[in-house]
C-alpha cells in the first residue's frame, strides 16, 4: 500500500485527469492531519459521538477548503475520501447547484456568495413522508398573500410533512422547499422557495417550523448525515424567496409560466448522471479490497506446504474480475455523462436522460451486487467491520431507492420503447437502435454465426448479441403492454439489457482512447465485461433460434479464456487505481502488515477484550441455578 | 397487529406444533417484562452499551429458564424471539450438543449437568484464522505427555489462533478446541478437547491462554455475539479432556481410532440442516414487515383522490410472493430434515448430507436476497433503521459464509454428481434422480409437451421442468469436470437447479399434508413457488430444444396468474403467521399506528433533534469565512 496515489498514465486515464489532480492534492492535504489519521474507531461509537466525530471532521475540511481555495467539487470529493462526511456537503453538492439552475440573476447575486462561504448553510427539501417517486403528488402548499406580498407554506397532513431531507435534522439555517404553489386560489403546481428554518445567530428553529432529525437508518449507514423531517405551520415567506430563474410571481398576483421546461428535467439529469462514475469508484475499492486478501489468503490443495491462493480459484476470479470491469466502465460513462451533462445545451435531451436513467438503474444495481460479491468473496473474514466491506455495502446499499426507485424508474425505459415503436422514432434516439432490428423480421429470426470460440471476442458479434437480446426484451415488454399487462416487474429486464449495450458502446469508444501501452489491458477488460453481460443474459435466449446448444459451449468457453487471462490485466488496473491505505481503510489493505495480522491487531484494540464491567453479572448468572431446585438442573 | 400468535390449523401447519407452542411459551413470558419491552434505542447505542444491554437481557432469560423449566431448545427459541441476544445461546446450542455427541458415557455425566446448569459456560473453538472451510488445514497441536498424564496445547502460529469463536469473546470458561492431536511424534489429525479457559470464581484467564474479543462485525451485525481470538502456549490440560465418545487415548498413549465415522458428518449435517427452518422465520418477518407497508403505502394511479395501494403493483407482488413462498417452503423442509436428522440411525448419510448441503446454500443465498427484497420493495423508507429491515438483513448476510461458504460447498454436490454418473450409482440418492434422465438421450432431446398455459400448473409439468433443467446443468458439469476445467464457479448454478428440485419435491409433499380448509392456499403457494423458480431458470434452456418460444410465453403467462391470484392467499399467510408487534419490532408494523406515524414518532425521539450539544461547532463553522479573506468566497 501507497501513501500516495498512482499517476501513471493508465491512472489517469482511468480516473480522469481533472479528477486525480483534485484527488492528489486532497490526500496531500489530509494524509498528515490529526482530525482524519488518528480518529477514534467509528464502528464502536454510538451514533451520536460518530455523528459529532463527522462533524467535527467536516468542519476540518471547510476550513480547508477556505484556506486552499479548493472549488466546491474538491470539497465534496474531500468530503467522501475523508470518509464518511456527509452533512456539509449538501450546501456545495445540492444547494448551491440548485440555486444556480433556478434562480433570477438578481436572487443568485444576494443568496450564492452567503452559501459559498457558508454564512448560511442549506438543504433541498422535496421528498415527503407520503410522496417519493411521485413528485407530483406533493402536498406542501404555498400560498401567496397579496397584501403582505408573502408567501405563506403549510403542512395540511402528516403525509406532508418533509423527509429524507439531508443536513436538514441539525445543520441547515435554509431549505429550497418544493411546494404547490397557490395564487387566488389556483394551485400551479409545484415550484421552489427558499425558506429560512433556523436562526443564524443562535441556531435555534424560526417560528412555525418544526424538524426532528429523522433516526438512524439501517446498517447504521449514512451515520452521519442529519436527514430531516420537516413541518410547517403559516411559515411566512417573501413573496421574493420564490425561485424566479423560470417563473416569476409579481406583486399583484400575476404568474409568469416558464418559457423553457428543459430545466425540469436537468436537476434529476444531472444527479443521476453523477452516479455511475461516483459508484464505480467505491466499487472499484470493494474489489480491490477483496483482491488484496484473495492474493493472501491460501485455502485447499497444498503444493510444497503452501495452500492455493484463493485468487487463483474460478470461484474467486469469476465473481471479482467481472466487478472490477463494471467499475471501471461506470468511472468511464460516468464522466463522458458528466461532459455531456456539461455541455446539456447541445444535447438531445430525451437522449440524455434516457441514458442517465439506465445507467443510474444499472450502475447501481451491479454496483451494490458487486460490494456484496467483494465481501463474500473473502468468506467469513469479510463479515469483519475492520475490511470496510460492511459499510461500503450499506452506504452504497440506497442507492437503489434514492434518486428515482428501480423500478419506478425503468418503466421510463419502457414507456420509451412503446412511444419510439408507436411513432416509428427509434432513429432520433442512438441507445434505442434495437428497435430498428426489430422492424426486420429477417434479423429477427437469424441464428448467431458464430462458428468458433475466439469469434466471441469480436466487437460486431458482441454487439449483435446484446442487441438481439434487447430486441427480444423489446418485443416481449411491447407484447406485454398491448394486452395491458402491468410491466413494472419484467420491465426491468429489458432495463438491464438496454444498459448492457449502451455501456458496451461507450467502454468499446472510451478503449480507443487508451494509450497505446494500455490497449491490450482495456481490451482484456471490454471483453471480460462484454462476454460476462452475454454469459449472464442467456435467459432472454430460452426458445429463441439465436443461438444453438453449440453456441452456448463456446460462448462459455471464450469467457473462461478471458477471466483466466484476465491476472495479469488485473494487477495493473489495481495499481493504476493506486487507491492509498486511508483511502481503503481496510484491515485487508495495510502497509507493513499482513490480512492476518490486521485482524488480531484489531481484536487486540477492541474494548470489550477488558470485560471487568461486566463480571458481576457473568458471574450471577453462573450462579444462577442454585436459586432453583429443579432435579433437571 | 396482535399481542398473541396465531394458532389456527395453518398457523400449526407452517410453524408446527412443538415450535408454535414454544414460541406461545416465551411470548408470554417476555411480553410483559420491563427488561424486554423496555429497552432502549438499540440502533442509538455504541457497540459496548449494546453487548451489555443484551448480556442483562439474556440473563434473565437465563433465569426465566430455570424458573419455568424450558429446555434447552425453548431457552435458544427463546434469544431470537426476544431479539439479537446470541452469546448465552451458544452454550445450549453449540456446545452441549457437541458434549453429547462425542463425549464417554463418564464425561457426559460429569461435565453436562455443569454446563446444563450454566456453572460453566462453553464454546466450541473449530476455525483459525488461517482454516476455515479446509477444517483439515488446522495448526493448533494437541501434544501428549506420557511423563504428567497430560495434553499440551499450542498455537505454533500466527494463522492458528483460533478466530470467530462465538461466545469467547467475553462469556465462555471453557472450549471445545479442535486440535491435531501428536502422540509420540505421530500427528493423529483433528480431535476435540475440553479447554478450561477461564477461572470459574474470578473470571480471570487462565494461564497460558490469551483471548481478545474479535471486534465489530459489519453492517452492526451480531454486534451482542462475543467472537473471540484464541492462542495457546503449552496449556496443559488432563489427558481426560480429550473427548472420548468415539476415540480414546490410554496413559501409555495407546490410540483407539474410531469404528464409526458417522459422527464426523452429523455435526455438521445438524447444523446446516437446522438453518432452512431459522431462516425461513426471518425472511418470513422481512417480507410480512415489507407486506404490511405496502399494504398502507399509496404511490401513483390516483382513483377517487386515493393513490394506488403499493401492494398492487406487479413489480412488488412478483418480488415479495415468491419470496413469501420460499420463507414457508424453507420453514417446511426444514422441519423435515430436523425430522431425518432426529431419525439419524436409519437414515442414508450421503442423501442427508447432500440434501443438508444444497439446503443450506439455497436456503442462505435466497433468504438473504428476499430479505433484501423485502427492504427495497418499501423504497426510501425501507432503509430506516425502525423498519426493522436494514438489520435482518445485515443479520442473515453472513449465513452465506459460515457453516460453509457457498462456492465451497456447492463443489460436494458437483463431486457427487461427478462420482455417482462414473459409478452409475445415482439411484441410492433420490436427489440425484436428473442423472437417469440424462443418461437417456431420448428424454434429453424431447420438447416439453406443454399444450397451454394451464398446463404448467400440473405438477408432473413442473417436475419435468426442473429436472430437465438440472439435467443440461449436470451434463455441462461433467463435460467441464472431464477436461479439467476449475468449476468452482460454475457449478453453483447446478447446485442450485439441484436444490429447486429438492424443494419443489418437498414443498409438493408437504402441501398434500396441509388440512382441506387450508389446501387451496398452500397449492397456491407450491404454484408461485415452482412457477418463480422455474422463469428465473430459463438461462439452462438457452440454446436447448426442450422449450419453444410459445411455452417461454405461455410459462410466462401462467406465472402472471399464479402472482395475480395469490394476494388473498397471501392474507391468509400473514394472518397465519401471526407475528406479533413485539416479534417483527417494525415501524411498519405498529399497533394503533400507522407506518407513517410511526416514522414520525422514531424522529421525534431522535437524540440528535436536540442540537445544543453541537452549535458552537456549527456557529464557528458559520464565521470560518472571516478568517479568509480571498476574493472568492
Redesign the interface.
Given at each position: 500500500m501507497t501513501t500516495t496515489p498512482s499517476t501513471t498514465a493508465l491512472a489517469n486515464f482511468i480516473w480522469g485527469e481533472e479528477r486525480l489532480k483534485r484527488r492528489c492534492d486532497i490526500l496531500a492535504a489530509i494524509s498528515s492531519n490529526p482530525v482524519f489519521t488518528q480518529s477514534p474507531?467509528s464502528?464502536?461509537?454510538?451514533?451520536?459521538?460518530l455523528?459529532?466525530l463527522r462533524?467535527?471532521q467536516?468542519?476540518e475540511l471547510?476550513?480547508l477548503k477556505?484556506?486552499l481555495?479548493w472549488s466546491n467539487q474538491q470539497f465534496v470529493d474531500a468530503t467522501k475520501i475523508a470518509g464518511d462526511i456527509l452533512s456539509?456537503g449538501v450546501n456545495f453538492r445540492i444547494f448551491i447547484r440548485n440555486l444556480e439552475a433556478q434562480m433570477s440573476p438578481e436572487q443568485k447575486a444576494y443568496w450564492i456568495?452567503r452559501a459559498?462561504?457558508?454564512?448560511?448553510?442549506g438543504c433541498y427539501a422535496q421528498?415527503e413522508?407520503?410522496?417519493?417517486?411521485?413528485v407530483r403528488?406533493i402536498e406542501t402548499t404555498a400560498t401567496f398573500d397579496p397584501k403582505t406580498d408573502e408567501i405563506v407554506v403549510n403542512s395540511p397532513t402528516?403525509?406532508s410533512?418533509k423527509?429524507?431531507i439531508g443536513s436538514l435534522?441539525?445543520?441547515a439555517?435554509h431549505a429550497l422547499v418544493i411546494a404547490r404553489l397557490i395564487v387566488q386560489g389556483k394551485d400551479l403546481g409545484n415550484h421552489v422557495f427558499l425558506v429560512q428554518v433556523r436562526d443564524?445567530?443562535?441556531?435555534e428553529l424560526m417560528p412555525n417550523v418544526k424538524?426532528?432529525?429523522?433516526?438512524?437508518?439501517?446498517?447504521?449507514?449514512?451515520a452521519s448525515m442529519?436527514n430531516?423531517?420537516m413541518a410547517f405551520t403559516d411559515c411566512r415567506i417573501p413573496r421574493t424567496n420564490m425561485l424566479a430563474g423560470m417563473v416569476s410571481l409579481d406583486p399583484d398576483g400575476t404568474y409568469h409560466a416558464a418559457k423553457n421546461t428543459k430545466h425540469a428535467y436537468t436537476s434529476m439529469v444531472i444527479i443521476r448522471g453523477l452516479m455511475s462514475e461516483e459508484l464505480g469508484i467505491e466499487v472499484a475499492k470493494a474489489v480491490i479490497i477483496a483482491l488484496k486478501y484473495a492474493e493472501f489468503r491460501?485455502?485447499?490443495n497444498?503444493k510444497d506446504g503452501l495452500?492455493r491462493r484463493v485468487v487463483e480459484?474460478?470461484?474467486v476470479?469469476?465473481?471479482l474480475f467481472p466487478a472490477l470491469a463494471r467499475a471501471v466502465a461506470m468511472m468511464l460513462l460516468g464522466r463522458e455523462m458528466r461532459a455531456r451533462i456539461d455541455n446539456i445545451i447541445n444535447e438531445s435531451l430525451e437522449d440524455l436522460h434516457l441514458q442517465t436513467v439506465g445507467a443510474k438503474i444499472w450502475a447501481s444495481e451491479h454496483g451494490v451486487r458487486d460490494v456484496e460479491i467483494a465481501?463474500?468473496s473473502c468468506?467469513?473474514?469479510?463479515?469483519?467491520?475492520?475490511?470496510g466491506?460492511?459499510?461500503l455495502?450499506?452506504q452504497l446499499?440506497?442507492s437503489?431507492?434514492?434518486e428515482g426507485?428501480?423500478?419506478?424508474l425503468s418503466q421510463q425505459i419502457g414507456n420509451a420503447v412503446v412511444k419510439h415503436w408507436k411513432n416509428t422514432s427509434e432513429q432520433s434516439i442512438s441507445a434505442l437502435s434495437y428497435l430498428a432490428r426489430l422492424r426486420d423480421a429477417r434479423r429477427m429470426s437469424q441464428k448467431s454465426q458464430v462458428a468458433g470460440s475466439d469469434d466471441w471476442f469480436s466487437p460486431p458479434v458482441q454487439e449483435d448479441f446484446l442487441e438481439h437480446r434487447a430486441a427480444v426484451l423489446a418485443r416481449r415488454h411491447l407484447g406485454d403492454a398491448a394486452r395491458g399487462?402491468?410491466?413494472?416487474?419484467?420491465v426491468?429486464e429489458l432495463t438491464m439489457a438496454h444498459a448492457d449495450l449502451t455501456y458496451w458502446r461507450g467502454l468499446q469508444a472510451q478503449v480507443k482512447q487508451s494509450a497505446q501501452h494500455d490497449r491490450e489491458t482495456m481490451e482484456a477488460l471490454a471483453n471480460v465485461f462484454a462476454l460476462n453481460a452475454m454469459v449472464e443474459g442467456?435467459?432472454a435466449?430460452?426458445?429463441?433460434e439465436y443461438?444453438?446448444?453449440?453456441?452456448?459451449?463456446s460462448l462459455?468457453l471464450a469467457y473462461?479464456h478471458a477471466i483466466s487471462g484476465f491476472a495479469t490485466h488485473a494487477r495493473a488496473l489495481v495499481e493504476a487505481f493506486g487507491f492509498t491505505e486511508y483511502e481503503l481503510n481496510s484491515v485487508f489493505a495495510r502497509s507493513g502488515q499482513t490480512p492476518?495480522?490486521g485482524?488480531?491487531d484489531?481484536?487486540?484494540?477492541?474494548?470489550?477484550?477488558d470485560?471487568v464491567?461486566?463480571?458481576p453479572?457473568?458471574?450471577?448468572?453462573?450462579?444462577?441455578?442454585k436459586?432453583?431446585g429443579?432435579a433437571?438442573?
Amino acid at each position: 500500500m501507497t501513501t500516495t496515489p498512482s499517476t501513471t498514465a493508465l491512472a489517469n486515464f482511468i480516473w480522469g485527469e481533472e479528477r486525480l489532480k483534485r484527488r492528489c492534492d486532497i490526500l496531500a492535504a489530509i494524509s498528515s492531519n490529526p482530525v482524519f489519521t488518528q480518529s477514534p474507531n467509528s464502528h464502536a461509537l454510538s451514533r451520536k459521538d460518530l455523528w459529532t466525530l463527522r462533524l467535527k471532521q467536516g468542519v476540518e475540511l471547510l476550513e480547508l477548503k477556505f484556506k486552499l481555495g479548493w472549488s466546491n467539487q474538491q470539497f465534496v470529493d474531500a468530503t467522501k475520501i475523508a470518509g464518511d462526511i456527509l452533512s456539509l456537503g449538501v450546501n456545495f453538492r445540492i444547494f448551491i447547484r440548485n440555486l444556480e439552475a433556478q434562480m433570477s440573476p438578481e436572487q443568485k447575486a444576494y443568496w450564492i456568495p452567503r452559501a459559498e462561504r457558508f454564512e448560511i448553510s442549506g438543504c433541498y427539501a422535496q421528498t415527503e413522508l407520503g410522496h417519493g417517486s411521485n413528485v407530483r403528488g406533493i402536498e406542501t402548499t404555498a400560498t401567496f398573500d397579496p397584501k403582505t406580498d408573502e408567501i405563506v407554506v403549510n403542512s395540511p397532513t402528516l403525509s406532508s410533512h418533509k423527509y429524507w431531507i439531508g443536513s436538514l435534522g441539525i445543520v441547515a439555517t435554509h431549505a429550497l422547499v418544493i411546494a404547490r404553489l397557490i395564487v387566488q386560489g389556483k394551485d400551479l403546481g409545484n415550484h421552489v422557495f427558499l425558506v429560512q428554518v433556523r436562526d443564524l445567530d443562535t441556531h435555534e428553529l424560526m417560528p412555525n417550523v418544526k424538524i426532528y432529525e429523522q433516526g438512524e437508518k439501517g446498517m447504521s449507514t449514512f451515520a452521519s448525515m442529519d436527514n430531516g423531517v420537516m413541518a410547517f405551520t403559516d411559515c411566512r415567506i417573501p413573496r421574493t424567496n420564490m425561485l424566479a430563474g423560470m417563473v416569476s410571481l409579481d406583486p399583484d398576483g400575476t404568474y409568469h409560466a416558464a418559457k423553457n421546461t428543459k430545466h425540469a428535467y436537468t436537476s434529476m439529469v444531472i444527479i443521476r448522471g453523477l452516479m455511475s462514475e461516483e459508484l464505480g469508484i467505491e466499487v472499484a475499492k470493494a474489489v480491490i479490497i477483496a483482491l488484496k486478501y484473495a492474493e493472501f489468503r491460501r485455502q485447499f490443495n497444498p503444493k510444497d506446504g503452501l495452500e492455493r491462493r484463493v485468487v487463483e480459484y474460478a470461484s474467486v476470479q469469476n465473481r471479482l474480475f467481472p466487478a472490477l470491469a463494471r467499475a471501471v466502465a461506470m468511472m468511464l460513462l460516468g464522466r463522458e455523462m458528466r461532459a455531456r451533462i456539461d455541455n446539456i445545451i447541445n444535447e438531445s435531451l430525451e437522449d440524455l436522460h434516457l441514458q442517465t436513467v439506465g445507467a443510474k438503474i444499472w450502475a447501481s444495481e451491479h454496483g451494490v451486487r458487486d460490494v456484496e460479491i467483494a465481501r463474500l468473496s473473502c468468506g467469513g473474514h469479510g463479515n469483519m467491520a475492520s475490511t470496510g466491506l460492511g459499510s461500503l455495502y450499506a452506504q452504497l446499499s440506497p442507492s437503489r431507492t434514492y434518486e428515482g426507485e428501480t423500478y419506478v424508474l425503468s418503466q421510463q425505459i419502457g414507456n420509451a420503447v412503446v412511444k419510439h415503436w408507436k411513432n416509428t422514432s427509434e432513429q432520433s434516439i442512438s441507445a434505442l437502435s434495437y428497435l430498428a432490428r426489430l422492424r426486420d423480421a429477417r434479423r429477427m429470426s437469424q441464428k448467431s454465426q458464430v462458428a468458433g470460440s475466439d469469434d466471441w471476442f469480436s466487437p460486431p458479434v458482441q454487439e449483435d448479441f446484446l442487441e438481439h437480446r434487447a430486441a427480444v426484451l423489446a418485443r416481449r415488454h411491447l407484447g406485454d403492454a398491448a394486452r395491458g399487462k402491468d410491466t413494472s416487474y419484467d420491465v426491468f429486464e429489458l432495463t438491464m439489457a438496454h444498459a448492457d449495450l449502451t455501456y458496451w458502446r461507450g467502454l468499446q469508444a472510451q478503449v480507443k482512447q487508451s494509450a497505446q501501452h494500455d490497449r491490450e489491458t482495456m481490451e482484456a477488460l471490454a471483453n471480460v465485461f462484454a462476454l460476462n453481460a452475454m454469459v449472464e443474459g442467456l435467459a432472454a435466449f430460452a426458445g429463441e433460434e439465436y443461438l444453438s446448444a453449440e453456441h452456448v459451449a463456446s460462448l462459455r468457453l471464450a469467457y473462461q479464456h478471458a477471466i483466466s487471462g484476465f491476472a495479469t490485466h488485473a494487477r495493473a488496473l489495481v495499481e493504476a487505481f493506486g487507491f492509498t491505505e486511508y483511502e481503503l481503510n481496510s484491515v485487508f489493505a495495510r502497509s507493513g502488515q499482513t490480512p492476518y495480522e490486521g485482524l488480531l491487531d484489531v481484536a487486540k484494540q477492541s474494548e470489550l477484550t477488558d470485560n471487568v464491567f461486566v463480571r458481576p453479572t457473568l458471574l450471577r448468572a453462573r450462579s444462577l441455578w442454585k436459586k432453583y431446585g429443579r432435579a433437571k438442573i
